[in-house]
């Protein structure tokens, strides 16, 4: 079952900043939290992942609470190319781990 | 790099009928994953390849078979289809060793109908 509980749709204007809560109240400590996303039935892509601080990359940021319970992911200038469903996932690092994908937050971005 | 491929990119089966679907990366990842995923649901893991010479199963094994053929390489195969295999069919790699970071990569998928 997945760790993660997300909401089911979000809507964001076009320029504007998405913001994706994702809770993971149960994570231990050497548990990571990613973020895939999945766009019309494609191939899951990689956006970032994080442990304790905060990240930024070339696609988005990871805001994750000191608690660690939960996180979010910010797309700062959403496109309709942004369009898709957002999936939370934690894990620990491991060989080959397993990813468990939950139902995710399908993001809409509006004109 | 073409990254993940798969092969065929769509399929219709009988019921009863067999087929191996094909998966290779030219990334030398050590790891592999075949995922499926139902209409508006998550994947979930069939089965995985930690390294060449090795399978485990996932969540949900049951009808299917693998073969690490070689570093390369991650076939699925289906003895005997059934409707409830109607699906899409991910394959994805990873690096496997790294401590610091694991990000999967994913094929663009095969979608299966069984009749």
């Known amino acids: 079952d997945a760790k993660t509980t997300q909401p089911t749709s979000m809507d964001c204007a076009e320029g504007r900043a998405a913001n994706l809560p994702c809770n993971h109240s149960?994570?231990?400590?050497?548990?990571?939290v990613y973020w895939y996303r999945q766009i019309h039935s494609q191939g899951p892509q990689y956006i970032i992942h994080g442990l304790k601080n905060n990240e930024t990359n070339e696609m988005a940021s990871l805001i994750i609470t000191e608690d660690r319970k939960s996180s979010t992911l910010i797309l700062p200038h959403a496109t309709l190319r942004d369009t898709a469903v957002y999936y939370c996932i934690v894990f620990l690092i491991q060989g080959a781990q397993k990813l468990v994908f939950g139902q995710g937050t399908r993001l809409t971005i509006n004109p | 790099n073409a990254g993940v491929t798969q092969t065929p990119k769509f399929q219709v089966l009988k019921t009863g009928q067999s087929m191996t679907l094909q998966c290779a990366q030219d990334m030398n990842h050590n790891s592999m994953y075949w995922y499926r995923q139902d209409p508006g649901m998550g994947l979930r893991l069939i089965y995985y390849s930690a390294s060449e010479g090795t399978t485990d199963k996932g969540e949900v094994p049951n009808g299917y078979n693998v073969s690490r053929l070689n570093k390369r390489e991650f076939s699925l195969r289906l003895e005997s289809a059934a409707p409830s295999q109607t699906s899409v069919y991910f394959c994805?790699?990873?690096?496997?060793?790294?401590?610091?970071?694991?990000?999967?990569?994913f094929g663009p998928g095969t979608r299966l109908l069984v009749l």
């Open positions: 149960t994570i231990s400590g050497n548990e990571y």
């Open positions: 994805a790699s990873s690096d496997g060793y790294s401590r610091l970071t694991e990000t999967q990569y």
